[in-house]
């Protein structure tokens, strides 16, 4: 008998039958596969009803989305004996001791400027011999630098004998007023002499001899060495030229650069040392004189002023110089440098406590000494601190606080793993 399809009622072929034949298959394996699987599951969970109870306690345990991923510190990290002595892990206690900072510095030797001697002539003229004739020389005071030659000054000297002939003749006058006269020409010429520096030894020689000299000598007004120099044998000169420079070296500056955050700790008065290299093994004192209010953007230095006798002329201007200004403190509560850890937000310490317990300790430091830190607040005196092996104690402590943290992550998905599916409601097979 032939099947007749209901639409056109023509008969299947036989590609038609083998086509529904798997079908049926495909469809019986569906469903034995479903009741297999329904069979081996275990029973249905019933449905965890929500409280507010069990809502805070799983959000204690849920991760923080804005700390997760950051880590955190535990409160101690072990470290057994083996895993110290393979490190080299070391300790000394935090202890209170006289603490000195010393603050070390480069300067350079410069002239002391309250010793520096500008020469100027205060009359017009021209110079006719020169006797100081090379910069650098050393000069004594009243020493003779040069002789001028002035009209002014011949004039004067003429009124000046006039005068002094006035007063010796008329000193016996019936007349005072006259007298009087001529002696105040006379002082009013001799204090002309003295404005001019002309000392009062060449006045008195031409009192004596009565001849007008062509030339006078000018003298130094002070000591010291030529360091600068503008005048040569005939040259016209006036008031307003600099003649000579002339440098007091017996004492001189050393002019330092030291960091704007150890500028509080200097103070007037403070001694230092100053080294040269140019002398081994030499040593000088200096004092603190002057600290400049002038900040050096740069290099965020403030120049600090050192004052030294030198009155062999070891020190010359121009010298380089290393300064070592120490600064007591007082008794501080210090540890060495090597116990602290700075990450440049914070600085942190490990304190020993014992069967290789370490904690990390979070610590504010004061002064910065060569070997040592001041420690201000976060340890008591007597706690063992870390002074070798603390970075790799750290990392320690690093690994066990991400170890941690990942912990709570790590069992949520082992419990996912292990809990049962269960059956969806409103499911029908």
Known sequence: MKLIHPL???PYGRTHLLVIGLLLVILLVGIGAYWWKT??????????????????????KTPNPKTAGKLTKSKNVMVSPQKQQMIGVKTEPAAIRDLTHT??????VEVDETRLTHMHTKLEGWIQELYVKFTGEHVQKNQKLF????PELVSTQEEY??????????????????????????????????????TPDHIQDLEQTGKVLRTLPLHAPSSGYVLHMAVREGMHVTPAMELYTLANLSRVWVLADVYQYEIPLVKLGQEATVTLSYFPGQTFKGKVTYVYPILETKTRTV???????????????GMFANIHLQIPRGKRLVVPTTAVLDSGTEQLVFIDQGQGMFEPRTVTVGVRTRDAYEILEGIEPGELVVTRGNFLVDSES??????????????????????PSGSMPGMSH
């Open 8 to 10: 056109n009622m023509r």
């Open 39 to 60: 069979e081996n599951r275990s029973v249905p969970m019933e449905p965890v009803q929500t409280t507010e109870e069990s809502t805070v306690i799983h959000s204690a």
């Open 103 to 108: 603050i070390r510095t480069v300067g350079q």
């Open 147 to 150: 002789e001028i030659y002035s």
């Open 161 to 198: 004998l006039l005068a002094l002939k006035a007063v010796r003749s008329l000193g016996d006058s019936e007349f005072p007023e006259i007298a009087k006269n001529a002696k105040s020409l006379l002082d009013v010429t001799r204090q002309r002499f003295s404005l001019w520096d002309i």
């Open 303 to 317: 120049k600090v002023r050192f004052e030294l006798p030198n009155p062999k002329w070891t020190l010359k201007p």
């Open 398 to 419: 690093n690994l066990k606080a991400a170890t941690e943290m990942m912990m709570p992550g790590m069992e949520m998905r082992k419990k996912k793993n292990t809990e």
